[in-house]
């Protein structure tokens, strides 16, 4: 239990995976644009992260650490978010027509997606986790990207003023926006740990 | 823009000009449509790392952009996701083995997160699952190659800098600097980097606005 | 209608704003004697140094912007003494300069420069360098050397040097330091941060001309009063505990002078003393948890994020029955 509390509160805010580690960067980014989108996307992928983690675990370990399996682990995990996408689109096609309708454009990107890959693969080979721990990480992450696509949107409003010089209009400011946050969330001990 | 079955050569060729040029520098990949970033933040480090990164996308950007315009409008549009996803990781397990063999034990260990993660790039979702699917294989592989590019060049100056700054090398050698900085080499310093970047290309393309302006109003 | 378009500080007066930061570089000037006083010259050619490359560094910055430089407003020159000010009086010429350039370049101009920056740019510039030179920022001098330190940076290596007490906190051991020390300021630590009894007697001037708000620094100081109660890095007691991580590093200082800035920081009521318990909490997660002995300059950053959320916050939970009223009859 105590592995799990501790990774939720590393990945979302003390070493918030997006901004330490990177993944799911672009996708945020575009994903902010517009502050509807925020919550139904970082739901979704809170489900296809901790979806993917909980099948991939077990297989983990059913591979072993062979150097057959290390180089296989990749392309498993990608098969199995690629059945679990099928999956999710069949069931909602079927039962929840008019919710597939409004979010199919964000599904794909939701699965396919560096956060949830990067999870899977981190997890186990970079340092051993139990069960709790990796779902406590997949959970953090999410809200992390949650927390931080919010931090974004607001950025970005504020960003959107003519006062900004021409050439950091746009997108230039919102990098070096990010880049502040990341400076901020540096005093927190620990460099790219995850990585 | 539709696909058009026949035009003529000329046209096709504007089209291509426009497409390489708009990917590669007006609308780079990087810089300006925020596509991309996650293997420079962290990955982006050395550029030995850089050029590795750049050879796999585009190793899995070209056959995906080429097969999605000549098939993906033949397949409904919620099964392309899984079929260049899992196509590209395929491609990927060919090129970690080659790695790891055939080039550099250490190289493919530190890549290892990064390596696999070129499939599920935004890059191959929004360029060949986005832009291929509506145009003619030509134009396709085009973007592919001028999306490969500008990645490329974007992720080799940042890794080359963050390299020089960090470790005071340049592709292992050794340099003379006084300097180093251990700390470019986190992700905070490539953020900063990209926004500078990303703000010296609009500044070019304001100064080439207003050349071009002078000179229209110039001669017309 | 016609309505005239202003940004941050959004203040009552335009004169209010040059005031504030005339009322904060005042300040500043007893904390200058009382370093200079333990440490020499060298102090103040420090924080010197912070305000003339921070002004000629923004003074750039409009001219490369092709704008008009505004440096009257007084903002850079409040940057700029900022980062001289927490410093250590050991550090080298070139440190305060590289935080103001960091500050001004990389934080004010590109979003905007005065008064639209989102983060502080005196709060970033401090954790660049800390992040990039934590050896020169964090070695302190013996305040109690009797002679002034050199003034030429390359004969500061046979002055000795102490720990200072956040850096005893952050291992763990007990603080040397009494009570009276901590409040005379003498013990080590940044050139500004060091005289608490000063810091407050500063802090109570800037409150009562109004240039900083009780909405934020209360809050804040409660917050780390309690949880320096709570949890507890030495074992002096409750009041031992508490004295020991406030009098510490630039605790009070950065939420005297950092937090207040009216550009970044919120201007509801409630928003605002929900950002003083939040800044209060990511400061001391920063000591309990952090790579450095103090991490304030990374807190403030981290908080300066949320204003613009928890103005927001505050708004919707004072106005909640009203808007319900509104969409009931609607």
Known sequence: MTDFIKFILAAAVLQNVVLMTG????????????????????????IFATLTVLVCYPLDLLIGTSVISKYIRPLMIVTVTALLYIASVVLLRKRFPEVFSRISRLLPIAAFNNLVIGIALIINHQFSVSLPGAIGLSLGACAGFLLLSWLTTEGMERLDNPDVPKSFRGLP??????????????????????? | MSKVEKQPFSKTMTEIKNVFLDT????????????GITPILAAGVTLQKGVVLTLCTAAVLLPASLFMSLFGDKLPTWVRAPIYSVGAALILLGAAVLLDRSVSNELYASLYVFLPLTAVNTLVSY?????????????????????????????????????MASFGTLWGETLNFAIVLPEAALPYAAFLLLGFMAAFLQWIQSVIARRENASVRLNG | MNFKMAHAPHLRCSERGSQMCADLLIVFAPLCV????????????????????????????????????????????????????????????????????????????????????????AAAGLAAVTLCFPGFFFTY????????????????????????????????????????????????????????????????????????????????????????????????????????????????????????????????????????????????????????????????????????TLDRLGWYAVNLKRIKRRRHSA
């Open chain 1, 23 to 46: 993944f799911g960067s672009s996708v945020m980014i575009r994903i902010s644009k517009k502050r509807t989108n925020i919550l139904p996307f970082s739901a979704l992928l809170c």
């Open chain 3, 141 to 308: 001098p013996d305040p109690g050397l009797g002679i002034p330190l050199p003034l030429s940076s390359r004969a500061l290596s046979e002055v000795i040097t102490l720990s200072s007490p956040a850096a005893q906190l952050a291992s763990g051991g007990q603080t040397l330091y009494s009570p009276t020390m901590l409040l005379l300021g003498n013990f080590p630590g940044p050139i500004g941060a060091t005289a608490i009894a000063i810091l407050l007697a500063c802090g109570l001037f800037l409150l009562v001309r109004r240039t900083i708000t009780p909405y934020i620094i209360f809050p804040y100081l409660a917050t780390c009063a309690l949880l320096a109660a709570l949890f507890p890095r030495v074992s002096g007691g409750l009041t031992g505990s508490v004295m020991a991580e406030l009098c510490s590093g630039y605790l009070l200082f950065c939420g005297i002078f950092m937090l207040n800035d009216p550009v970044t920081a919120p201007r509801h009521w409630l928003g605002r003393t929900a950002y003083g318990v939040l800044a209060g909490l990511f400061v001391m997660l920063m000591r309990y948890f952090g790579r450095f002995e103090e991490g304030a300059c990374f807190a403030i950053l981290l908080v300066n994020a949320f204003a613009t």
């Open chain 2, 24 to 35: 590669f520098l007006t609308k780079n990949i990087v810089l300006v449509q925020a596509i």
């Open chain 2, 127 to 163: 360029r060949a699952g986005g832009f291929s699917v509506s145009h003619v294989p030509v134009v396709a592989l085009t973007d592919a190659i001028a999306s490969s590019l500008g990645f490329g060049l974007v992720i080799c100056v940042v890794s080359a800098l963050r390299e």
């Open chain 3, 34 to 121: 009382l370093s200079a006083i333990y440490y020499g010259v060298r102090p103040v050619l420090l924080v010197l140094t912070g305000l003339l490359s921070a002004v000629l560094f923004e003074t750039f910055g409009y001219l490369l912007m092709r704008r008009k430089p505004k440096i009257s407003d007084g903002s850079a020159a409040v940057t700029g003494v900022l980062i001289g000010s927490l410093v250590s009086p050991l550090s080298p010429y070139w440190l305060p300069v590289a935080g103001a350039a960091f500050a001004i370049f990389a934080v004010k101009m590109p979003m905007g420069g005065s008064g639209r920056n989102l983060f502080n740019p």
């Open chain 1, 173 to 195: 400011s919102v990098l070096i926006y990010l880049g502040i946050l990341s400076l901020a969330l540096m005093g927190f001990s620990g460099s790219v740990s995850m990585i």
